[in-house]
């Protein structure tokens, strides 16, 4: 019973390694630590096999020849152990090192291979006992020595990362164990006649595949590729050298209907339907052949699909170093939504400057209400004085009244004056339009005033980066200097611009009559709006004989639509 137990120990062992080897080799990454811990699954079932048939060896030869074979798996598994070790913790063992650790496994092979006539590594043996020599305890020294090391490497590995000591616990759990059956059957105090160590070593070699499950133990992410390719949004078509199709997701065969084994040539007849669009959503070509397609691809190119989807194309080949591309990589990823946000902004575009026109048209229709609607009404009031008092002098004998001349001269004055204001608004409304920066329309607007004199003062450097900011400094400007020439009755004017790094500041000062309370009415509303539709803040100061002090302070960073909508464009 207890032969059949080990001998099912043993299968156990030998179909844990085949099964852990095969899974790394299909599954996991292609490293170093992966060939490493793949070469000693190799090597377990390479020391198990020849122990299934120790018990029933017919003569001491074959035993021997079993012993010979089990024993290239017992030699080998020490270094290969200790380099798995060092390559989980990113150590290399030098070629020097490797050559030397090889060069101690093929003398203890070769003491075994040669010990009829030293004695040596086996001291006996026998079909029924064997008696170790100091030759195989000098081979098992330098088994152990070479796990201790590989274990001592990881200790120092979590130590030093500071990781998960459960990663640590497992990978030391899995020497051990096999250390510690090996060591009980040379001790002697199991009397089987067989080694427990290799199913030990297979058990371990589980609890590492379980670890890679668990705790990621290898790095291992290929196991959840398949899962990520299919949920990817992006088309992706993969090729090999030949040019079939080897692989692609579910979201390709939305844009090209192909299959694997399928022609990359299929792919580009597929995609020659589409017309060629730029980042604007421009035409550029109305049909491209498959050649021109596959040529455009290598840079990448956005197509209008006949399906009335857009998607951008791009191809990656995978190059050789020793020759042409081995494979490459067709990618498909969905723009459409690009193009339809692209569509909405250049309609909301559309929309907010025809808005803006609207607005400025009624600014303009205010602006020329205010300033005839004021002169008009003068000259209508001075006509009727002159008309009563011209037909009180009627009355009174024909006499002329003194007065009248200095009415009409009064009603041609506001005429003029009048039309000049409003030549004067309008005029540099439209020169508004073409400004660049803020100082550029300050000084335009300071330079065309005749009737006082203003005064300009920068501070700080002016930049493109406040362009953004003209119309409205220069607007809120004229409306000023319109409030002064109007109400006033100032002969100067001083205007001081700040430039700072967040924002931009205006002070305007004149030295006219002043007014004992102010009242915000077209001109000085108007300022306060176009001020607070950027963000910024409006003060304005006066008394009796005392001037007029208008504060304004813009943000340098309005918000976006603000901007766009002041420079015309998405």
């Not at 490493?36 to 060896?57: E, H, R, S, Y």
């Not at 490497?153 to 979590?158: K, L, M």
């Not at 497992?170 to 067989?194: C, D, E, H, K, Q």
């Not at 290799?198 to 668990?214: D, G, I, Q, T, Y």
Request: aromatic letters at 10%; hydrophobic letters at 45%; one cysteine or more.
């Amino acid at each position: 019973m207890t032969l059949v137990l080990l001998r099912a120990a043993y299968l156990g062992a030998v179909a844990c390694c085949l099964y852990t080897s095969g899974w790394l080799m299909l599954r996991a990454e292609k490293n170093h630590t992966t060939n490493a811990l793949v070469m000693c699954q190799i090597l377990i079932i390479i020391w198990c096999l020849p122990q299934l048939f120790l018990a029933d060896a017919p003569t001491l030869a074959v035993k021997y020849a079993l012993y010979g074979v089990s024993y290239v798996g017992i030699s080998l598994i020490g270094p290969w152990w200790l380099m798995f070790s060092w390559s989980y913790c990113a150590k290399t063992v030098g070629p020097k090192a490797r050559a030397v650790l090889f060069a101690i496994c093929a003398f203890d092979y070769g003491m075994f291979l040669t010990n009829g006539r030293h004695h040596l590594f086996y001291r006996y043996f026998g079909l029924e006992q064997v008696i170790y020599g100091p030759a195989f305890y000098f081979h098992m020294a330098f088994t152990y020595g070479c796990v201790f090391l590989g274990m001592g490497a990881v200790v120092r590995r979590f130590e030093r990362r500071r990781e998960d000591g459960l990663h640590a616990a497992v990978l030391l759990l899995a020497a051990a164990i096999p250390l510690a059956f090996n060591m009980v059957y040379l001790s002697g105090a199991v009397r089987t006649g067989f080694d427990l160590t290799p199913p030990m070593f297979a058990l371990s070699s589980f609890l590492m595949l379980a670890a890679v499950f668990r705790y990621d133990f290898l790095d291992i992410n290929v196991a959840a590729f398949p899962q990520i390719f299919a949920a990817m949004e992006e088309g992706v078509i993969i090729y090999n050298r030949r040019g079939k199709v080897t692989c692609r997701n579910e979201a390709a065969r939305n844009y090209v209907d192909v299959e694997p084994g399928d022609l990359c040539t299929r792919v580009w007849e597929k995609l020659c339907g589409g017309t060629v669009v730029d980042r604007e959503g421009k035409a550029l070509e109305e049909r491209l052949s498959p050649d021109a397609v596959k040529e455009a691809a290598r840079e990448g190119v956005a197509l209008l699909l006949p399906g009335g989807s857009a998607a951008r194309v791009k191809q990656y080949p995978l190059p050789d170093p020793k020759g042409p591309a081995q494979a490459g990589v067709i990618l498909l990823t969905d723009v459409g939504e690009y193009y339809e946000l692209l569509q909405k902004s250049r309609s909301l575009a559309l929309s907010r400057q025809q808005l803006a026109v609207e607005q400025e048209r009624n600014r303009i229709a205010q602006e020329v209400h205010d300033t005839t609607g004021h002169t008009l009404t003068m000259i209508q009031s001075l006509i009727k004085l002159t008309r009563i008092r011209f037909e009180e002098a009627q009355s009174q004998g024909g006499s002329s009244d003194p007065e009248i001349p200095d009415y009409l001269c009064q009603a041609q004055d506001l005429a003029v004056s009048g039309i000049r204001e409003l030549r004067w608004a309008i005029n540099h409304m439209r020169r508004e339009r073409d400004l660049e920066l803020v100082s550029q329309g300050v000084c335009q607007l300071a330079e065309s005033v005749r009737e006082l004199k203003v005064e300009v003062g920068i501070q700080g450097e002016d930049h493109s980066r406040y362009s953004h900011l003209s119309l409205t400094v220069c607007a809120c400007l004229r409306e000023a200097i319109t409030n002064c020439l109007k109400y006033a009755g100032a002969s100067h004017m001083d205007v001081i611009v700040r430039f700072e790094e967040s924002s931009v500041s205006a002070y305007i000062f004149d030295d006219g009559r002043g007014c004992p309370a102010i009242e915000e009415h077209n001109g000085l509303s108007g300022i306060r709006r176009r001020v607070e539709e950027k963000g910024g803040q409006a003060r304005f100061l006066s008394a009796e004989g005392e001037g007029f002090q208008i504060f304004f302070e813009l943000p340098v960073n309005p918000p976006v639509l603000s901007e766009q909508t002041e420079r015309g464009v998405l």
